[in-house]
């Protein structure tokens, strides 16, 4: 046997070997962040073909199977077509009449456990399970347990896992987020918060006293993260994300405000000068300012219409 033959030969072993198998079966399944940082056990019912078990996939009873007279037994049919004078057109299809198998029954010689479809129906349960740290899309994949085809080797039931929304955690590969909102004054005097886990534990988060956090602040917890695939003792880190909540408009008296800017460092003092124009914030109105601006642009067209140049024409001699 020569290169060629084990490199070309061997390729067409592997094409032939399957094609003698059957299409895989795709089922997609939902599963929680839960399940995918604990790790769970899915119970899947699905239906599916099987060889029949009271013909043995022949779909009639012993010697009852004929070649199809209309194919003689290919499966296949020639249709000529005349396209002119010395030219012809031929195109094969699937028989009609056995729908590609080559074989004919007649119809009292059919079994009458599966109608001559050689397959039945049957049930399956299959349990799924879901190892920690697994991933979204991520594929499971049981062997020869698709559709039996006579003739065929059974293909594979595909599982793919379908991550549901998580209302509090966010995956980010093997690390999750988290959005903590804290008060004003724990943002600057030191927060203890809790955290309530995926498996149910109660992690309390502190900060050093007199550190300040400020809005969009991300801290971390290593190794509180999502557990890593095919290594469960090992995790990924829990990125807090801060949210600041500040208080409400006149929640703290006018005569304690200065006692409160006592606390702080003393800003850098600006002076009215006579070059400066002193003026007042105020609320911002989205829908008032969409509204002034849509009379300005009709006002300027307005400042179109009465143009006192439109009207000027050219004295021509």
Known sequence: ????????????????????????????????????????????????????????????????????????????????????????????????????????????????????????????????????????????????????????????VVIVLDRKEHPTFQRQANDLIVKLEIDLVDALCGCRQTIRTLDNRTLLVTSRQGEVIKPGDVKCIPNEGMPIYRHPFEKGTLLVHFQVKFPEPGWLPSERLQQLRSVFPLPEEHMCTEDMEEVKLVEFDPNAAHSHQYRGEAYHEDDLDDDPRQHVQCQTS
Request: net charge positive.
């Open 1 to 156: 046997m020569d290169i060629f033959d084990l490199v070309f030969g061997g390729a067409t072993r592997m094409r032939s070997r399957a094609e003698r198998r059957g299409r895989p079966v795709i089922h997609e399944l939902p599963v929680s962040l839960e399940d995918l940082y604990n790790g769970a056990t899915r119970k899947l019912s699905l239906q599916k073909n099987v060889i029949c078990p009271k013909c043995n996939g022949c779909g009639t009873r012993e010697g009852a199977v004929s070649r199809c007279p209309k194919c003689r037994g290919t499966g296949m049919e020639v249709h000529v077509q005349q396209l002119g004078p010395g030219m012809i057109h031929q195109i094969q299809t699937v028989c009609s009449s056995c729908q590609g198998h080559g074989e004919w029954i007649r119809p009292r010689d059919c079994c009458r456990g599966c109608n001559g479809r050689k397959v039945a129906r049957e049930r399956k349960i299959l349990n799924v399970h879901i190892d920690k740290g697994m991933r979204d899309s991520q594929k499971i994949s049981f062997h020869g347990e698709g559709d039996q085809v006579p003739g065929l080797e059974p293909g594979d």
